[in-house]
Every structure is written in structure tokens, then in C-alpha cells.
């Protein structure tokens, strides 16, 4: 059984790794168009610019990258999982 739940992990940890890796591209465009631009180290999430939109900052480029990636996370990550888990079933060729 802890077998099961190390395997789980390892897929678990190469998920948030590629889900970084996703994030990370991002944050590279957006440090370029920065240093190109200039800008403000604060950024703003909002749906749009209307007075009662929920909005929420963060400081900085690591800031977006923690909002980003949790985001992911939260989104894809236990449909990437359930993808990575029956792929590597079907390698060990058990289903």
C-alpha cells in the first residue's frame, strides 16, 4: 500500500512540475515584456473592469507565479492524474 501512495506522489510531483514548467514559460514572456516596457511590480487579477468585480493582487512576477500555478493545479490536476495513471498502468500492461 505505500507503494501505491509513493507512486501517486511521484506522479503527483511530476504533474506540479510540468504545470511549472507551463507557468514558468509565462512568467518569462511577461519578464521580457517588462523589461522591454517598463511597468508597475504589482499585478491585478480581475474578470473585467467593472466597479464590482472581485479582484485580488499580488506583488511581483513570483506572485503570479503562485497564483498561476495553483490555479493549474486546481484545474487539470487530478484529470492529469487520472491521465498519468492509467498511462502508466497500461505500460506496466495491468489494464
Do not use: P, W
Not at 5 to 30: H, P
Not at 61 to 78: F, K, Y
Amino acid at each position: 500500500m505505500n507503494s501505491t501512495n509513493a507512486i501517486e506522489k511521484a506522479l503527483q510531483q511530476k504533474i506540479s512540475v510540468e504545470c511549472r514548467e507551463i507557468v514558468n514559460k509565462f512568467i518569462n514572456d511577461l519578464d521580457k515584456l517588462s523589461n522591454k516596457y517598463g511597468g508597475t511590480m504589482f499585478y491585478d487579477f480581475k474578470k473585467d473592469n467593472s466597479s464590482d468585480t472581485y479582484e485580488f493582487m499580488v506583488q511581483g512576477t513570483q506572485g503570479v507565479t503562485e497564483v498561476l500555478h495553483r490555479m493549474i493545479l486546481d484545474n487539470h490536476g487530478n484529470s492529469m492524474l487520472k491521465y498519468k495513471s492509467k498511462e502508466l498502468l497500461s505500460k506496466l500492461e495491468l489494464i
